[in-house]
């Protein structure tokens, strides 16, 4: 696993907050040259900018030189020098700089003890690798008690661990990484993920053809700054204002139950959601906001029943806002614009996952969770299947005409025991990961997987292996080759369920052709004589 640094930063409480004294172990690494006779030294403002004062010793016989002084808390400049006089001083890249008023400084907020990285001499980052420094104006937002944060691949995902500092007027963070690494982040106002920013579409990876969804992203192999406004994907600006109206179809769920009420939640409402209406009972609920931005304006649906909260899947729920609108309505859970589809009969499903080919070894009990089981809260434990290695469980009566899901080996509510779900089996869950799709056909239904892979593959036979989609995204038509092995039923299912197309006892080449199916992913369920299905994915351009 590559390692990557990341350089932590605090907000300046007050000078009250900084008046104890840390332990600081400065770092730097010569590479090849040699060291001055009169030895390497670190200047700056914790020693008045001496330049002999604080000399640096190597460490063992490496290239590094470091040195560990106490400090106190608060915003740092310094400098390396390698000799003991100005004029030995390196000239420090403005990547990582404190670049103000001229200021070439390297720069740190130290709040605890604290050991800075071996970054080369005169250069941006460690040996190896790139630095990125994060410098975000938040002047539009009112600024959360809880600070402002990033994250991103760079740090696991883990909305609290990097603190942003406010250090000349923005906020400002520093990542290490390899440099062949690309990184994928979102700035946050607080150190939650209901605090995330919503990410413009004009800078999002997905934009830039890049399969990180709604994420910023550097892709850079050398080191640089990202600089922009919050939620903006460039300077602060005040933006027009509109009134728009969100209307979100939930019939094909009421169909199969009661749905109490139906809120929105987004930035706009801190992820907190706000009560849609139905006044003529119809399904379709509806919402009016006034003075929205213009720009992008992102949100969710969720429907609540029996005291349960139920987001809708996929990612985040994006309307790009130009004008006073009523927005077209959208099915639940769909990414496109339309009403829903008819919901097919009522039937069970059963879910089978095999650990014979998997990469993970099973836990105890493995579990299965889904939007039908409020994902981890109430999990369905699964049970030793009659093929060793194998476990199975089934949703009886299932209503609604989609279903997303996926295992955890182990408990559920320790998401390191999710299974991965691979993007190009899976529906973006908003969250940096994916979840299975299945759309049922109305009649009893099993679907099979290797755990953490796209399709289920039987110890005996890989009938499903070998089929295929091309091109994938399509245009006006693509190939969906099967071979010559067998027959095959195909089914092409929209995300809400809604069957656009079907072929049945066929084998060899087929041609799927585009007819009225709209921009947008649609999921190819292909399935055996034998019962074994296997489901891909294609995008219609």
Same mark, same amino acid.
């Given at each position: 696993m590559k390692k990557l640094y990341a350089l932590a930063s605090a907000l300046i409480f007050s000078v009250a907050a900084f008046a104890q004294s840390y332990s600081v172990t400065f770092q730097v690494d010569l590479g090849s040259t040699s060291a001055n006779s009169n030895g390497v030294h670190v200047a700056g403002s914790f020693q008045n900018w001496s330049p002999s004062t604080t000399s640096l010793t190597q460490v063992g016989t490496s290239s590094i030189y470091a040195a560990t002084v106490s400090v106190s808390g608060g915003q740092l400049e310094y400098k390396f020098l390698n000799g003991n006089a100005w004029g030995d001083d390196e000239s420090v890249p403005s990547s990582v700089n404190v670049g103000t008023n001229g200021n070439g400084n390297r720069w740190a907020v130290i709040s605890s003890d604290t050991t800075l990285p071996a970054v080369m001499f005169a250069g941006a980052a460690p040996a190896g690798?790139?630095? =990125?420094?994060?410098?975000?104006?938040?002047?539009?937002? @009112?600024?959360?008690?809880?600070?402002?944060?990033?994250?991103?691949?760079?740090?696991?995902? /883990?909305? *609290?661990?990097?603190?942003?500092?406010?250090? /000349?007027? +923005?906020?400002?963070? =520093?990542?290490? *990484?390899?440099?062949?690494?690309? =990184?994928?982040?979102?700035?946050?106002?607080?150190?939650?993920?209901?605090?995330?920013?919503? +990410?413009?579409?004009? &800078?999002?990876?997905? @934009?830039?053809?890049?399969?990180?969804?709604?994420?910023?992203?550097?892709?850079? @192999?050398?080191?640089?700054?990202?600089?922009? &406004?919050? @939620?903006?994907?460039?300077? &602060?600006?005040v933006l027009s204002t509109y009134d728009i109206t969100v209307n979100v179809d939930v019939s094909s769920i009421s169909a199969c139950g009661t749905v109490d009420s139906v809120s929105i939640a987004g930035p706009i409402n801190g992820w907190g959601g706000e009560t849609m209406s139905d006044p003529d009972g119809d399904g379709i609920w509806s919402i009016t906001y006034n003075d929205v931005d213009s720009g992008d304006f992102t949100f969710k649906a969720r429907y609540h029943e029996n005291g349960n909260t139920n987001w809708e899947g996929g990612g985040n729920k994006v309307i790009t806002v130009s004008s006073d609108s009523v927005v077209a309505t959208r099915c639940f859970g769909n990414d496109t614009y339309g009403p829903c589809a008819a919901v097919p009969a009522t039937a069970d499903v059963t879910f089978i996952v095999d650990f014979t080919q998997a990469a993970f070894t099973p836990a105890d009990t493995i579990f299965l969770m889904g939007t039908f089981t409020q994902w981890d809260a109430n999990a369905i434990a699964m049970v030793p299947h009659s093929v060793p290695g194998q476990y199975i469980a089934t949703e009886a009566s299932y209503c609604p005409g989609t279903m997303e899901y996926r295992f955890s080996n182990g408990d559920p509510t320790d998401v390191s025991n999710h299974e991965p779900v691979p993007m190009d089996c899976g529906?973006?869950?908003? +969250?940096?990961?994916?979840?299975?799709?299945?759309?049922?056909?109305?009649?009893? /239904?099993?679907?099979?997987?290797?755990?953490?892979? &796209?399709?289920?593959?039987? +110890? *005996?036979? /890989?009938?499903?292996?070998?089929?295929? =989609?091309?091109?994938?995204?399509?245009?006006?038509?693509a190939t969906i080759a099967l071979g010559n092995a067998g027959r095959y039923a195909v089914r092409v299912f929209d995300i809400t369920g809604r069957v656009v197309a079907g072929f049945e006892n066929v084998q060899g080449d087929i041609t799927l052709e585009r007819n009225n199916m709209v921009s947008g992913m649609y999921y190819v369920n292909i399935t055996d004589a034998n019962g074994a299905t296997r489901t891909l994915k294609v995008v219609v351009e």
């Open positions: 690798q790139k630095a =990125i420094q994060f410098k975000v104006d938040y002047s539009l937002q @009112t600024l959360s008690a809880d600070s402002a944060h990033v994250a991103g691949s760079f740090q696991g995902w /883990d909305p *609290a661990k990097s603190q942003m500092v406010n250090f /000349d007027g +923005v906020h400002r963070y =520093i990542a290490y *990484a390899g440099k062949t690494d690309s =990184i994928y982040f979102k700035f946050l106002n607080g150190n939650g993920w209901s605090a995330v920013e919503t +990410v413009p579409t004009s &800078c999002q990876a997905s @934009t830039a053809g890049i399969n990180q969804g709604d994420n910023r992203y550097y892709t850079d @192999t050398v080191s640089g700054i990202y600089e922009v &406004c919050y @939620t903006m994907c460039g300077p &602060c600006m529906v973006d869950n908003g +969250v940096g990961s994916y979840n299975r799709f299945f759309a049922r056909s109305g009649s009893a /239904d099993t679907v099979q997987h290797i755990f953490g892979q &796209c399709s289920f593959i039987g +110890v *005996a036979e /890989d009938a499903l292996s070998g089929v295929s =989609i091309r091109p994938n995204p399509m245009n006006e038509s």
